[in-house]
C-alpha cells in the first residue's frame, strides 16, 4: 500500500474521492528501476497499471522477423514522461500490452495491480469511467505519436 | 433527434438499455456527406462524435514543409467502415482533432453532440463506463494496426505499401 499523497500529486487522482483514493492506494506500490530495465514486453498479459513519478521511460515496438535475420531491433515510440501514466493495456481489452516499456534512466513508478482494480470497475462505474477515460487519452495520443512515426517513414 | 432503429442498427451502441439508446438517440443528427468531402479537418474544434451507418471514410493527415507548400502531402492512414466510431477527441480534453476524415464515398452518419454526450456521463456512471469502454476498445485497435503499419514499412521499405497507407499528392 501507498500514501495517499504519492496519488494526489497527480491530476487525474484529484477527480476521486477519498473512499476511491485509499481502494486504489490499497492496491499500489512505489519500485525504483535502475536504466535499462524492461517493465514489460509487447503482447505480454497486462496485469499491472504505472504511473511514471520521477525519470524517465521509453515505449517501443520491436520489428517484424524476417527469416534470415533474427534481430531488426525496435522503433522508438514514445517518451514517458514524469505523471504519465502507461502500461494502459492492463485496463483497456484484451489486456495485452501493444508495446515494450524500458526505463531510459533511473525511474521511480507507482504501480497499480490491475486484477483488482479491474474488480473495484465492477463495483464503481464512475472509478471504471475516470481510469478508462484516461487510458483512452493515453491510447490516442500513443496512436498520434505512431501516426507521425509512419508519416517519417513513409513521406 | 434521430430514429431510434438508426441506433439500434450500429453495432457499437449494443451495450445500451433503452433508456439510454432513447436518450443517445435525443443528442444525435443524421448526416448525409458526398463522396471527396471532409467531415472534419485535423486541427479543428471537436463537437461531434461519429458514427458511420453506411459508405466508408477515409482518415488522413497533412505534411507541411515549410517554405515549400508545393510539397503539401496528405497521408490517409485508415479507413472507416459502417458501424464504427470516429472523431473520438470529441470526447479527450483539449476537443482538437489531430487528423481529418473525408468521405470516401456517399456516407450516411449519425453525429452525437458530444457536449451533451458529456452531460449524460455525468449523470449515468454505467453509461459512462460501457461508452468510454467500447471506444477505448476501438483506439486499442486502430493502434495495433497503425503500429503494425509501422513496423511493416520499417522491415520492408521497398515494398512500402501497406493496408491503408494510401498516399496521395
Redesign the interface.
Known sequence: MISLENLRRYPFFGELTHAQLISIASISSVETYPAGTTLFQKDQPANTLYFLETGSVDLF????V?ADQND?GE?A?NEVNPGDPFGI?S???PYIY??TARTAKSSQVIKIEAIPLRAL?EAD??L??LF??L???T??E???A??V???A??? | MIPLELVQKIRFFSFLNPDQQKSIAEISEEKQVEAGAMIYKEKERADWLYFLVSGNVDRLFTIEVEFHPEQHKEIVYGEVIPGEMFGIYALIEPRIHSSGARAAKHCELIKIDAVRLLELFEKDDQLAYDFMKQASKTIEKRLNMTLEQLASVWTYPQDNVVPFNKERE
Do not use: N, S
Open positions: 515496438y520491436p520489428l517484424l524476417k531488426l522503433i515510440l493495456g485496463i483497456i481489452e501493444p508495446a470497475f462505474k464512475r471504471a469511467y478508462t477515460r487510458a483512452t487519452k491510447a490516442v500513443l496512436l498520434d505512431a501516426r512515426q509512419l508519416a517513414a513513409i513521406a
